[in-house]
């Protein structure tokens, strides 16, 4: 009797035992903790069609402009909002924007997502940058938040490593100075990029969330999870937290690419929204010259 050649079976085996073991499949617990067993999971890889592709690798920044109005210390304030999306090769070992192409690089989809407007005689300027694997499958690569105002400013740089490393500085002395690390979870900041990619990866369900760098820092609140319920409608994305007694609403087009065109953000009853004014694609790092502020006043960024 002739013996079966088990040789493949083996290898296959080993294969599929080490592609568990590599640092991707390690992070692909993106959307659900064990306790989050209501919420969605993502675990396969997204790959570009050619909509993507001519959308974002034409060598340009998709920029929107928004009418914001933010609540601060109980008021409406009046000002602007602008998303800049843009896709770039990024060097996980240095947790950087790679200046030459190399094997390693990730191309990711970058996010700085600014807002602008005063409270009384002073302004506020916040800005939070999410660097996001276009292959969807794992957590965001590094995620940053500062915001400056007249009494001073605060930074935060999250670095996703073995876990989350934390590195904060702030001028108020329940925060100050601090370096800690935290268990994986998914970020809010984050899903600003992953609803871009594929609205329909997006987590639902009772998930452990980590609130916005900005928040956690308007509102002097410890940087951790909580949790959360996230639900998903045609074109609308919702996330409710019940212990911050806080929800954050955003409204998007349901049909590729995406744009975001507005959205909301409840707490304790006080309200910010931002509304879509403009959107243009150009390579904006080039227009530094005194006669490209006319691309301010396309985006309606100029009174």
Excluded at 85 to 106: G, H, R
Excluded at 175 to 202: V, Y
Aim: aromatic residues 10%.
């Amino acid at each position: 009797m002739k013996t079966k050649n088990t040789l493949p079976l083996i290898v296959s085996a080993l294969l599929i035992l080490l592609s568990c073991t590599n640092k991707e499949s390690k992070d692909l617990a993106l959307l659900v903790t064990k306790k989050d067993t209501k919420a969605t999971t993502v675990t396969e890889t997204f790959k570009p069609n050619k909509d993507f592709s001519a959308y974002w690798y034409t060598g340009e920044a998709e920029i929107t402009s928004y009418k914001l109005e933010q609540s601060r210390y109980g008021e409406t304030r009046h000002g602007t909002a602008v998303l800049i999306y843009v896709t770039e090769p990024f060097l996980e070992t240095k947790q950087v924007k790679a200046d030459y192409s190399n094997p390693p690089n990730i191309n990711v989809l970058k996010l700085n997502r600014t807002k602008n407007f005063t409270t009384g005689i002073y302004p506020y300027s916040i800005m939070q940058s999410t660097f996001y694997p276009i292959a969807n499958n794992r957590h965001a690569i590094k995620v940053s938040c500062s915001i400056q105002e007249w009494c001073g400013h605060v930074y935060t740089q999250l670095n996703n490593r073995k876990q989350f490393e934390i590195d904060a500085h702030s001028y108020f002395e329940n925060q100050a100075d601090s370096n800690f690390t935290l268990d994986k979870n998914i970020l809010e900041n984050e899903l600003w990029t992953q609803l871009r990619i594929d609205p329909k990866s997006l987590p639902v369900g009772d998930i452990s969330i980590i609130p916005s760098l900005e928040f956690i820092h308007l509102k002097h609140v410890p940087l951790k999870a909580d949790q959360a319920s996230a639900s998903l409608a045609k074109g609308s994305y919702t996330l409710n937290y019940p212990s911050l007694n806080r929800k954050l609403t955003i409204n998007f087009n349901p049909v590729f690419p995406f744009e975001i065109l507005n959205w909301e953000e409840s707490i304790k009853g006080n309200t910010s929204k931002a509304t879509r004014l403009k959107t243009i694609k150009s390579p904006y790092w080039s227009k530094n010259k005194n006669k490209d502020q006319v691309l301010r006043e396309t985006l309606l960024l100029e009174e």
